[in-house]
């Protein structure tokens, strides 16, 4: 019960300091750092993603950038077409939510280990890039939408007000909406590991044989857990392709599915806020190593990737949070005198 009081305390502590964020940042910095800033909420909102699944489900998938992939170029097909952003918003979120239940049900029903799993979903994330890089003509096009291949869709059309095409989302009104869907999507996944289903699915994490034998389907709850993964990880990719109003088959690509499993690796496995400061530490990193153009950032990534899986194998915030816990350790709860019961007792009998 403590732990659980500390848990929601520290979860409270995550969503005021977002709300914070969200109601005075946007009055205290430029456009231009505005739409900085903007970025690392999406692609947080995508490690988030993976942070989940890993580590509260179990389930390591190679293949996040599938389901983030998708979900931009869902939406960027759809609002060409539709012209009204709504739809188009609901369908990066749902398309990638059924393509990740049907590869979900194929693995996990099908009884393939986790081995098989991780293959698997790397390939698919390569078929879909390799896929999405051959229709360069101009006969690939999905009704008034031609896909571009290797050059992408340019110039998609950003979210608008439901029904009014011509008030569309400034960048202060995308550094909103961005962090606000974090929040909510953050908020939401604490309540739902809180529950009683996400104690079953951390239950199955830990043993599954276990679980099983007290009547639980892991498959099913595997299913789920994958599922709500790829919807939030399509729900960054509408967020990706409104930043930059631009998406590419490299959002396929091999580099950002590892970059998604750095991202957990260095803020930690097991927590929900970690993969936040893992995506933000390395993205902010990865721009200054660029901007310095004085190493190869692909070289200091996978370094980064092995001293933190030598050194520091639990991820910054869990290792911090096991810090302060050696230097402020929690006061023990007073005992209880052993012999309260019988003093009760024996006043009982004198009265």
């Known amino acids: 019960m403590a732990r659980f009081a500390v848990s929601w305390k520290s979860a409270a502590l995550c969503i005021a300091v977002g709300v914070f964020l969200l109601i005075f940042l946007p009055n205290r910095i430029d456009d231009f750092t505005l739409i900085q800033v903007t970025i690392y909420l999406v692609m947080s909102m995508l490690a988030v993603s993976l942070g989940f699944i890993w580590g509260f489900g179990g389930i390591l998938c190679f293949g996040q950038a599938a389901f983030f992939g998708l979900g931009a170029y869902t939406y960027a097909i759809s609002v060409v077409n539709i012209g009204d952003s709504s739809v188009p918003f609901l369908l990066s979120v749902v398309v990638p939510a059924l393509f990740a239940a049907l590869l979900g049900y194929v693995i996990f029903y099908g009884r393939l280990s986790d081995v098989y799993m991780g293959v698997i979903t790397l390939t698919v994330t390569l078929i ?39 008030e569309t989302i400034t960048p202060r009104g995308m550094f909103n909406l961005s962090l606000g869907l974090l929040i909510v999507v953050y908020a939401g996944l604490r309540a739902l590991i809180s529950s009683r289903i996400g104690r079953v ?22 299913l789920f857990v994958f599922t709500l993964g790829g919807a939030i990880a399509g729900l960054a990719g509408c ?36 993969p936040v400061v893992g995506c933000v530490l390395i993205q902010w990193l990865t721009t200054q190593i660029g901007t310095q153009q004085t190493f190869n950032s692909n070289l200091v990534l996978g370094a980064i990737l092995v001293l933190f899986v030598l050194l520091v194998p639990k991820g910054l915030v869990p290792s911090i949070g096991s810090l302060l816990e050696r230097v402020a350790p929690r006061r023990p709860r007073p005992e209880r005198r052993s012999d309260a019961k019988p003093v009760a007792l024996a006043e009982e009998r004198r009265a």
């Open 128 to 166: 879909l890039f390799n896929l999405v890089n051959s229709t360069a003509g101009p006969e690939w096009k999905i009704g008034n939408a031609p896909l571009g291949g290797f050059n992408g869709i340019p110039a998609i059309p950003p979210l608008n007000w439901p029904g009014n095409v011509d």
């Open 201 to 222: 699915i951390v239950a199955i994490k830990e043993n599954e044989q276990r679980a099983q034998l007290l009547g639980y389907d892991p498959r099913a709850y595997k």
């Open 239 to 274: 967020l990706f392709a409104n930043w930059g109003s631009f998406t590419s088959p490299t959002i396929f690509g091999l580099a950002q599915s590892a970059q998604i499993i750095i991202w957990v690796i260095v803020g930690g496995l097991g927590t929900l806020v970690g």
